[in-house]
């Protein structure tokens, strides 16, 4: 999952630039100026958020997780009957 959002995210970089390069001379025709639009995103951002999330969940979910460890089966299964 990681290394699909950081591939699509620079992937989709270009497409970004050249929608906004068509935006422009689409609302001013023969108005010549040049722009580039760049965007960078350090190569550790997306691992850290994602090790962040991780942490994050079973940081919060460690209580529910406790309780459903604890539970016996049967007694779950004849609930949901």
Do not use: W
């Not at 995210?9 to 422009?24: D, N, V």
């Not at 940081?59 to 529910?64: A, M, P, Q, T």
């Amino acid at each position: 999952g990681i290394i699909a959002g950081v591939l699509l995210s620079f992937g989709i970089l270009p497409m970004i630039g050249q929608a906004i390069e068509s935006l422009f001379t689409g609302i001013m025709p023969g108005f010549g100026f040049a722009f580039k639009v760049t965007a960078e995103m350090p190569f550790y951002l997306p691992i850290g958020t994602a090790i962040a999330f991780l942490l994050f969940a079973l940081l919060f979910s460690r209580g529910s997780l406790k309780k459903i460890a604890m539970q016996d089966v049967i007694s779950t299964v004849s609930e949901v009957e």
